[in-house]
């Protein structure tokens, strides 16, 4: 028992169990000893082990902690700094390749912020598809110890690319002058340093209790078919799950359809072809997927991580979620970037999961709420490869737990806690999270760190961050008009679908 003297007892909360009244969830008794959930008892039957610290469940919810299956840490410094942007002129702003080496007090704050916020929202797993810039240990090493430290369950990944250029580069003006395009093109890295450096970072750090690995490829146009295989043959050795971006853009699917001919311009035939699509691949975004692309995924087991806040704020159109669901594959929930959806909150990533298929279609389309509680728990732990460690209050499983007041005016009156959860509640009734077996908020506040001494942490590397963002803001300028015409450009251009919603573009 790494964390609690004694075990846990919370007392009467209505626990979350998809299978069972997803309206008014049965009253149950959890037992949590050590890292684990260890019973769900009726009231009836259960006694208080003796030395159990109580917590009292009554007139609250008992929820599995959501699982945050997409997220950078990179650029949660950047919260409420953009907007309006289309995905390639955000990226120049947000990439830490254009932002140098930062100091390892920021390199902390920013894995604190982005973890504080996640645990506030409920939210007790999160993928970091981290870039490490510089790509050495002592990054690494700060990003882990903040998450440590918070006590927030992280699936960490380093992400890695080998070409440079952002994905819009080939629809890029031909005149564009050559500082500009130098901005834009940032720097090549070597695939054989770059995957040896991953695979000495899993040796030498092994998972732990709370820390787990992933493997990434930024995405499949960002890396040449070296890195890739690689990437995939580390994954099957080490038996980790793997996840990168797949058509998170039109550029992207617009230059697949490009540099990937032999494939008939599918990125997901060309994944198949290197060996990245099988059971433990989970791609994040999916936006631009064609129907058989869709089939290939549900086929070889792979799955989606759904991101539609930043979808939407980097204006790239509407992911096919019905489609998807239809077809069987795995969906997980992500709340990506804080510098493009500015908020790590499950809420409004469930919110918008069941509502964004209202807007292309007005008939029923059959995703409900107790789908987006599912994606946002056992779909996430499925798609990290968690599925028997976390998403669910099953004994056996470890106690990531999250407690909700149904007191708080969102389930007021309480008609259904499935529904209520998702179009009601904005993350301000959670009030106790646990993670392995460990209270790390209570009453809304962090048991793990003191957030008044964090804050003034936080101000002092803010100083230093503003003026580097605005010299960035400064020397991106020039580039801005070459990529707006370079994006209105690939506007009318055919890539066999479309995911804006027709009819609108006039309004
Ligand atoms: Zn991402």
């Known amino acids: 028992m790494p964390y609690t003297a004694s075990p846990l007892f919370i007392k009467g909360a209505r626990v979350w169990n998809p299978d069972g009244d997803i309206h008014l ?37 008992l929820l599995p902690g959501f699982v945050n299956a997409h ?16 995905f390639d002129v955000w990226a120049l702003h947000s990439q830490p390749a254009y932002f140098g080496t930062r100091s390892k007090a920021e390199l902390r704050a920013r894995t604190l912020v982005g973890a504080i916020e996640c645990l506030k929202h409920g939210i007790t797993t999160v993928q970091d598809m981290s870039t490490l810039v510089p790509q050495d240990e002592e990054v690494l090493d700060t990003i882990l110890a903040a998450y440590e430290e918070v006590g927030l369950r992280v699936v960490f990944s ?47 750090l092994p998972a732990t209790s709370r820390r787990h690995w992933a493997l990434s490829a930024s995405g499949p146009q960002r890396a040449s078919r070296q890195l890739l295989e690689g990437v995939a043959d580390l994954a099957a050795r080490h038996r980790l799950p793997l996840t990168t971006h ?27 072809e290197v060996g990245l699509l099988h059971g433990r691949t989970t791609i994040a975004h999916g936006v631009w997927l064609l129907p058989d692309e869709i089939d290939i995924l549900a086929e070889r087991g792979a799955g989606v991580a759904h991101n539609p806040i930043s979808n939407l704020k980097l204006k ?44 292309t279609d007005p008939d029923p389309v059959g995703l ?35 407690l909700v007041d149904l007191t708080d005016i969102a389930f007021l009156p309480l008609n259904s806690v499935a529904r209520q959860l998702v179009f009601s509640e904005t993350g301000r009734a959670v009030q106790t999270v646990i993670v392995d077996g460990r209270v790390v908020l ?33 020397r991106n300028a020039p580039a801005i008009p070459y990529l707006l015409a370079a994006t209105h450009r690939l506007a009318g251009q055919d890539v066999g679908l479309d995911r804006y919603l027709p009819g609108l573009h006039a309004g």
């Open 71 to 86: 997220y950078h840490s990179y650029d949660a410094l950047q919260k409420g700094l953009l907007e309006d942007m289309p």
């Open 316 to 359: 790239n159109g509407i992911a096919p979620i019905r489609r998807l669901k239809a077809a069987g594959v795995n969906l997980a929930l992500g709340c990506d970037n804080c510098s493009c959806s500015d908020c790590q909150s499950m809420f409004q990533a469930m919110k918008m999961f069941c509502l964004l298929a209202s807007g």
């Open 246 to 272: 797949v058509y998170e853009s039109k550029a992207q699917t617009a230059k697949a359809r490009e540099i990937y001919g032999e494939q008939g311009g599918s990125m997901i035939r060309y994944m198949d």
């Open 25 to 61: 969830p049965a009253v149950r008794d959890v037992l949590v000893a050590g890292t684990d959930i260890v019973s769900v008892t009726a009231p009836e039957e259960s006694a208080i082990p003796p030395g159990a610290e109580v917590i009292d469940g009554r007139g609250k919810l």
């Open 442 to 474: 209570r009453g809304g506040k962090l048991t793990t760190l003191d957030e008044a001494a964090f804050a003034g942490e936080l101000a002092e590397v803010m100083e230093a961050f503003h003026v580097d963002f605005a010299a960035a803001a400064v």
């Open 158 to 204: 380093i992400a890695v690319r080998d070409q440079a250029a952002l994905d819009i580069a080939p629809f890029l003006p031909a005149d564009m002058p050559a500082d500009v395009a130098a901005l834009i093109a940032g720097s090549a890295r070597d695939p054989v340093a770059d995957l040896a450096f991953v695979e000495a970072q899993l040796r030498r």
């Open 368 to 402: 409900h709420a107790a789908d987006a509680i599912a994606a946002a728990t056992l779909g996430g732990a499925y798609a990290l490869k968690l599925e028997n460690v976390v998403g669910a209050i099953v004994p056996g499983m470890r106690a990531d737990l999250v």
